[in-house]
Nanobody
Framework: QLQASGGGLVQAGDSLRLSCAAS????????MGWFRQAPGKEREFVAT????????VYADSVKGRFTISRDNAKNSLYLQMNSLNAEDTAIYYC????????????????WGQGTQVTVSS
């Protein structure tokens, strides 16, 4: 089970840190990812991270602004979001996959409930 948190209403240029808490004892065996979905749009890949956290992949739209990280000892995934803009407004989902560093949402097996991020311009 995945539980995302940390969303909120911020102004353009602000930062937010999302967290995703995983229950169970197998968190470290899953590749983790963040996706987002804006109203009327498809779910969009944001970032993914390898099992140990050494390898990350980002969508071009967030590269250089967002940082994905994980703490396997705490069964937690994070997304540090800086320089937020209105286009980042969406519901953000964390997800777990047995597949290596995938960017397509259908490659992920487990999903959190989502946390709303709203950026006012």
């Amino acid at each position: 089970q995945l539980q995302a948190s940390g969303g909120g209403l911020v102004q353009a240029g602000d930062s937010l840190r999302l967290s995703c808490a995983a229950s169970g004892h197998t968190f470290s065996s899953y590749y983790m990812g963040w996706f987002r979905q804006a109203p009327g749009k498809e779910r969009e890949f944001v970032a993914t991270i390898s099992l140990g956290g050494s390898t990350t992949v980002y969508a071009d739209s967030v590269k250089g602004r967002f940082t994905i990280s994980r703490d396997n000892a705490k069964n937690s995934l994070y997304l540090q979001m800086n320089s937020l803009n209105a286009e980042d407004t969406a519901i953000y989902y964390c997800a777990a996959s047995k597949n290596v560093l995938r960017t397509r949402y259908w490659d992920y097996d487990y999903w959190g409930q989502g946390t709303q991020v709203t950026v006012s311009s």
